[in-house]
């Protein structure tokens, strides 16, 4: 397994449909030295019980200072973390007699392949602090948080190979519940960060395995313990738990057509980060009749931003600020939901398109998409709804909820009517390549990083045989 990343941009490739993992490094066992390395670090220090507690006061406060600290990233891609080195951090906190190898490198797997892989976008175009809901010195104390993360990833690993999750993860799920019960019967902990953290981990591992109902179980508890520590509010605005739920919870509501359980109670309608924006100036959407309702305008306008800002990102190496991001994904959902319209107008598809957007905006796993059957089915009865072949003055809008709608939620799903819309689209506007079609989706919210390689692909796929076929009648 690598133990580094040279620096480099990020792939076109990196995406949605993209395959499970961002980066290249093999998901096999690391080698024999590798092993090696991680054996005598997980072996050392234990004949030297006495000289390690003398020094463990301020081992632990580095290593703590590692996980709370501001990181500056220079690299526009994911930074490894050495298996090796998280064999050392682990080890300083007395966890060193239960950790074997294979746990060693599901820790790694989770840090470097799962987090990266369901977080592209944030990981990649957005600066702050690092997540320190999983520092290693907690899982000494939090068994369940330990098994949690082994469970996570194992099963990820096994989802990502087209498998059911086998023994191992099973164990590990079935420690995690153990540890879990335990927790939640003690009035100390029943509420603790790390508790919430173990809910999180779980929900999340039910969502990249698309059990939808599971995910609905775990956050039903972990809406409880949010009230029991006082409701969202009583939470920093912008907290780790906070941008963790509100995204599951997103998740849920667009699967399922539920309502939002985790949110702030009240709802600002302005624009949030495109602040003295006309919402009658937004000339893209200006064939839209009758005219949207102004609130939801004011969300494209903030989306509107949020693309500039990501793809000005992608383009410059300078990060998004935490704080605009952690904004933008909790105040959008919220009001995209609040808002309906009639199933069949335009106006309905563009929110229906804004959801599918900020679908892949904060939920980045491969194949989810088709699970959300809630957000699917409207979507399909929306398109559906209009004329195909487009009147013109509509063409490039349908274009855009076209290849926004199949990136984001139907994904790899071979739709014919989905296609035939597409073919006639593409048709009516005569674009005969990528760059072209390009330039007209990006006149909308097109983030480069996410949609590029897929909408490539899918142009590949699906309107290259029909270009070509054309040329052949013709």
């Keep these: 397994m690598s133990e580094s990343m040279t620096r480099q941009q990020p792939s076109s490739r990196t995406g949605l449909a993209a395959g499970p993992f961002i980066i ?213 605005q912008g907290s780790m738990v906070e941008h963790k739920s509100e995204r599951l919870d997103f998740g849920l509501a667009i699967a399922t057509g539920s309502n939002l359980q985790i949110t702030r109670k009240d709802i600002s309608w302005g624009p949030q980060v495109a602040r003295g924006t006309n919402a009658n100036k937004l000339y893209e959407l200006g064939m839209i009749e009758p005219r949207p309702d102004p609130r939801l305008l004011n969300i494209w306008a903030d989306l509107q931003v949020l693309t500039r800002a990501a793809n000005e990102a992608t383009r410059t190496g300078v990060k998004i600020p935490q704080g605009f991001f952690s904004l933008v994904s909790s105040t959008v959902p919220p009001r995209l939901l609040a808002l309906k319209s009639d199933p069949s107008s335009l106006a309905e598809l563009l929110r229906l398109c804004m959801l599918a957007y900020m679908k892949s905006v904060l939920i980045q796993i491969d194949g989810l998409g088709p699970q959300m059957k809630y957000l699917r089915g409207s979507l399909k009865y929306a398109l559906l709804s209009q004329q195909f072949p487009p009147v013109p003055a509509f063409a490039e809008f349908l274009l855009w909820a076209l290849f926004v709608s199949a990136l984001s939620i139907f994904e790899n799903l071979d739709e014919a009517w989905l296609r035939t819309a597409l073919i006639q689209t593409v048709s009516l506007l005569e674009l005969g390549s990528w760059t072209e079609i390009r330039t007209a989706l990006k006149k909308f919210l097109w983030v480069d990083m996410l949609y590029d390689g897929p909408g490539k692909r899918l142009f590949d796929l699906w309107l290259v045989p029909d270009n070509e076929l054309r040329g052949v009648g013709e």
């Design 24 to 236: 290249s490094t093999s998901l096999q066992k690391p080698d024999a030295e590798t092993r090696k390395f991680i054996r005598s670090h997980v072996m050392r220090g234990k004949n030297t019980r006495k000289s390690r507690r003398a020094k463990e006061p301020a081992q632990q406060q580095n290593v703590s200072r590692t996980c709370s600290s501001e990181q500056q990233h220079e690299n526009l891609c994911w930074t490894l973390v050495q298996p090796r080195k998280i064999a050392s951090e682990i080890s300083l906190f007395d966890y060193v007699d239960d950790m074997k190898p294979y746990m060693l490198d599901l820790i790694y797997k989770a840090f470097v392949l799962v987090k990266p892989s369901t977080h592209t976008l944030e990981i990649v175009l957005v600066d702050g602090k690092r997540n320190d809901m999983f520092c290693f010195s907690d899982f000494p104390r939090h068994p369940a948080l330990l098994h949690s993360i082994l469970f996570t990833s194992q099963a990820f690993y096994d989802h990502a190979l087209g498998l059911p999750y086998g023994k191992t993860a099973q164990l590990h799920l079935a420690k995690t519940l153990f540890h879990l019960q335990k927790i939640i019967s003690s009035d100390e902990e029943a509420t603790s960060d790390s508790t919430l953290a173990v809910v999180l981990s779980l929900a999340t591992a039910a969502a990249i395995l698309g059990d939808i109902e599971t995910v609905k179980r775990h956050m039903s508890g972990l809406c409880r313990i949010i009230e029991m520590r006082g409701g969202l509010e009583s939470f920093e």
